[in-house]
């Protein structure tokens, strides 16, 4: 995995998963943040131009052919960055993005766990979303829970394991079907409450330990919704009693003290408009900074 390879960063510069605006924006603004030393090169794919985004929540496939359009593109991008060999740090963006920069890395290495950090569950399928939000599917999408109309673009290729699958952080998991979905599927949930009770620690080493087991690697999804909004307040769907910082940087150096198994990673849904004097960017500065610097030692 990690050793001695390039990271690359793609900006997925999309909010269509998400009836809340803004999140779009981050990966310009999270770019900038981070020292060029420690990066190759930075490739940002934007939505078309002239989506006139849907925000009906009864329409449960809204913003869905402009969603596939972008991540039809998302995919190809990502996709000829891990087959370069170079790693790829995916900014978000709302979370279905990484339906696209997940199954694009999968695509490479066949056989990969994930952890999913995450307030939510991200494991609707279109039959169980209440919303319509497409961003609480990917989860779902990507272990192959939930296939129809979402992930074209890739075809019968493979899956992650769900039983390689980890829920860390979560804890607004819709009740009873999601929850169901996410029992039915065999995924792992590691809830805030066992980090406050056990430790971050301890919890990423059991995290680490079941989405590595018979892998090639372990993907992270880094949803910025984990941390309590009250610290981060600029993301979209906030969800109070999430971890405090201290737990945030934590994970943070846990994932580059295993980067020898690291495939790639996202870091999505940090919103600017939803920012409060701009404390939400400082603590994604201060995460990269974390990541980026641990990636390259």
């Not at 984990?226 to 969800?239: K, N």
Request: net charge negative; glycine share 8%; hydrophobic share 40%.
């Amino acid at each position: 995995m990690l050793d001695k390879q390039k990271i690359d960063i793609i900006g997925a510069c999309c909010d269509l998963g998400v009836h809340v605006n803004g999140t779009n924006l981050a990966p310009e603004i999270l770019e900038k943040e981070i020292d060029s030393k420690l990066y190759n090169e930075i490739y940002n794919v934007f939505t078309q131009e002239g989506i006139v985004k849907e925000l009906d929540k009864d329409n449960k496939h809204k913003n869905l052919a402009p969603l596939n359009e972008f991540n039809a593109r998302l995919y190809k991008k990502v996709k000829e960055v891990v087959d370069s060999g170079n790693f790829p740090f995916t900014i978000g963006g709302d979370h279905a993005i990484a339906m696209a920069s997940d199954l694009a890395v999968i695509s490479k290495y066949k056989n990969l766990g994930i952890i999913w950090f995450d307030a939510h569950g991200d494991y609707h399928t279109f039959k169980t979303t209440m919303s319509g939000n497409i961003h609480g599917l990917p989860f779902a999408a990507v272990t192959g829970y939930e296939k129809t109309l979402i992930t074209d673009f890739h075809g019968d290729g493979p899956r992650f394991n769900p039983k390689n699958a980890v829920v860390l952080g979560g804890r607004d998991i819709d009740l009873p079907d999601e929850l169901n979905n996410l029992k039915d599927a065999g995924v792992t949930i590691f809830t805030t409450q066992d980090i406050k009770e056990q430790g971050c620690e301890t919890i990423y080493k059991k995290a680490f330990e079941i989405a590595s087991k018979g892998t090639n690697g372990v993907h992270v999804s880094y949803d910025l919704d984990v941390i309590d909004p009250r610290i981060a307040p600029g993301v979209s769907i906030p969800a109070i009693d999430g971890i405090n910082l201290d737990e945030a940087y934590s994970f943070a150096k846990f994932m580059v003290q295993n980067k020898e198994l690291l495939s790639s990673i996202d870091f999505v849904e940090y919103n600017p408009l939803r920012d409060k004097d701009n404390v939400t960017l400082d603590i994604c500065k201060n995460i990269l900074k974390i990541l980026f610097e641990g990636l390259n030692k």
